[in-house]
Structure formats: C-alpha cells, structure tokens
C-alpha cells in the first residue's frame, strides 16, 4: 500500500463528492430525519465503493462494448430525477404542520425497503456518478501504474468518511430545521437541484 496514492485517492473522492446532488440531498434529508440513516449511507458507501472499482479496473473496455450506455443513462436518470423534483416541490408547498419536526418525529418513519430503494435509484440512475466513479476516477488511476489498489482504497475511505459524516452529522443541524419554513426550503432546494441536473442530462452541459 502506498500512503501517497491513498492520500490522492482520498482527495480525489472527496473532491468529487461534495458536490451537492440528489444523492447528497436525500443522505442529508434522511439524517435530519434520523430514520434509517446507516442503511442509507452503507447503500451509497457501498455503491460508491463498486463503482470505483470498476472504473480503476475497466472502465476502457466498457465504453468500447456499449457505446449505446451514455444516452440511455441520462434519459433514464433525467426522468428518474424530474420525478423527484417533483414530489419535492409537493413536499415544500404542503401544510405547515406537515414539516414540523416534531410532527415527524412522532410519525412513524418511512419503511425501509421504500427508502433503500429510492436511496439506490439516485445513486445508480444518476449518469453522472458513473462519470465521476467510473470514468474520471478510472481514467485518473492509470497514472499510478501498479498502485491502482491504493488509488482505489483512497477514493473509497473517501466515499466513506463523507456518507457517514453527512449522514450523522446532519444531525447537528435539527435545531435549524426545527422552523417549518426551513424545511420549505430544503425541499425546494432540493426540487431545483434535481430538475437542475436533470436539464444538464437532457440539453448537455
């Protein structure tokens, strides 16, 4: 293992990560809610985790078999993420009562199954974490001939370190989100970056 790689392995995926995105956006809801935070944040860890892999392992060979993959993810995505949008911008223009954090509190929580698989649609749909993970950092991990295990091993402990800190640490923020008109305006935030990026899927970027 070299420290050095690992080091530029742990940058890279920071880097990349702290982007705010649907992902990000929907790990930091489910922490201020407290509800299945550490199901939430293996699901991204770990798919983080398998899409590095594969990019540092093979990412050439599989843009040459399916050139056809790049439209079909980012119509699919785009879809996918004009869908969420939307039930977003529902959830900011609901009653008041409604995004209490009390009231949400004393609700009972979302099922899991729901929430994973609505955690692991954002994740696998979005095209540009295949774009991150599997080609920049897959095309970045070449430069480090025969240490392509460090690079990897550091971009994954940085996929880590930033669910797990977004996760539990939104946990911080409850007092802010206490007012109902804060949690008006996450979800709105939370509407406009999904249709945002959603139109860079669609007209390019």
Known sequence: MDFSVFL????????????????NAFVLKQGLRGAHVLPVVLACAISDAALILLGVTSFASISRLL???????????????????????????RSTEALETGALRDAPPEPLWPVLLTCLALTWLNPHVYLDTVVLLGSISTQFDGQQTSFA???????????FSLGYGAALLRPVFASPASWRILEGAVALTMWGIAAKLIFGS
Request: glycine fraction near 18%; avoid cysteine.
């Open 8 to 23: 530029t392995g742990l940058g890279m995926g920071l880097g990349l990560i702290l982007a705010i995105g649907a992902q």
């Open 67 to 93: 050139p056809w993959l790049d439209p079909v993810m980012r119509l699919g995505g785009a879809a996918f993420l004009v869908w969420y949008g939307a039930r977003s911008a529902h959830s900011a223009l």
């Open 153 to 163: 091993a550091g971009a994954i402990a940085g996929s880590f370190l930033f669910f």
